[in-house]
């Protein structure tokens, strides 16, 4: 039904025909609100001193300040938790594994060549031979510098939570408190350790 009412406005756009102020105004719309996206500008990808290791489907780099991260999850998850039943004042303290990472983008280029040979007594041999390229794509900044295009952030993957909370002795408030970390997190249960504010 929706799609016979478009098809009929197309038709009416094609002959000429005026059509519906509400129509009209949707239209002004959609193409404002396309101006807006298209003149937003893109925020600029720091590019500071940032190791590089080699992976298969790109190069990683590793992602700095993972001090000033740990410090946003605790404060977030001691906020989240401290609205739990019975838990009362929350003080959170999070480890993580290693830093985040960066994977640049790689342009991949192959080619390969198959030779077969025949010897004078009639014998056959087939040589194959292929070469593989990877080089980094570049991306520039609006100052004229380039800059490697990251494809994708991994976040820091947690090792291990501490809670300290004023109802932490309860069992039923240390389930809660266990199981809301397990679904933030995805840490196992043995690496979380919920205590009673002293």
Aim: net charge negative; hydrophobic share 35%; aromatic share 4%.
């Amino acid at each position: 039904m929706e799609i016979k009412r478009w098809k009929e406005r197309l038709e009416q756009l094609k002959s000429g025909e005026k059509l519906p102020k509400k129509t009209q105004l949707l239209i002004l719309l959609l193409i404002g609100m396309l101006l807006l996206v298209v003149t937003v500008p893109v925020p600029s990808k720091d590019s500071g001193s940032e190791e590089s290791q080699s992976r298969e489907t790109g190069s990683v780099v590793s992602a700095g300040s993972s001090g000033e991260y740990e410090a946003y999850l605790e404060e977030k998850t001691a906020g989240i938790l401290s609205q739990v039943e019975g838990a009362g004042q929350v003080t959170v303290m999070i480890t993580l594994k290693s830093g985040g990472q960066k994977i640049i983008e790689k342009d991949q280029s192959g080619s390969s060549q198959t030779t077969t040979e025949t010897d004078s007594s009639g014998g056959t041999r087939t040589i194959e031979e292929a070469s593989s390229d990877k080089t980094s794509i570049y991306e520039q900044n609006e100052n004229g510098a380039s800059s490697p295009y990251v494809s994708k952030e991994l976040a820091p993957e947690v090792e291990g939570v501490v809670v300290i909370a004023g109802g932490g002795g309860d069992p039923v408030v240390q389930q809660n408190i266990t199981e809301a970390v397990q679904a933030l997190f995805g840490v196992e249960a043995h690496k979380i350790k919920i205590m009673k504010r002293a």
